[in-house]
Nanobody
Framework: EVQLVESGGGLVQAGGSLRLSCVAS????????MGWFRQAPGKEREGVSC????????YYTDSVKGRATIYSDNAKNTVYLQLNDLQLEDTAVYYC?????????????????WGQGTQVTVSS
């Protein structure tokens, strides 16, 4: 059974930083690209950042480029998302996701597995 468990969300002031963690079980990073999506109230879920171990490629949505870093600790089967200079518009529920690496196209395509989500709230 695949499980993705996120942590690290919380309340942070604008300009601050957070590191989100996703512990994956039941899958390996050799078989799945990993990523982070978010959904703000009243908005569609969007891909924030994704990473593939196949070629080491990373993807960042335009609104977080230069402020976000996705990376992994393979020994811990954990993927992280470091978010810096947080803005009010970063407020959302952040979801960890896994995408079949065979069909992954490099731009956070539709995941096969989702975590339960962690809330990030940025205050002014």
């Amino acid at each position: 059974e695949v499980q993705l468990v996120e942590s690290g969300g919380g309340l942070v002031q604008a300009g601050g930083s957070l590191r989100l963690s996703c512990v994956a079980s039941g899958l390996t990073f050799d078989d799945y690209a990993m990523g982070w999506f978010r959904q703000a109230p009243g908005k569609e879920r969007e891909g924030v950042s994704c990473w593939s171990s196949d070629d080491g490629s990373t993807y960042y949505t335009d609104s977080v480029k230069g402020r976000a870093t996705i990376y992994s600790d393979n020994a811990k089967n954990t993927v992280y998302l470091q978010l810096n200079d947080l803005q009010l518009e970063d407020t959302a529920v952040y979801y960890c996701a896994a995408m079949d690496i065979i069909t992954y196209g490099g731009s956070c395509e539709i995941p096969h597995f989702w975590g339960q989500g962690t809330q990030v709230t940025v205050s002014s």
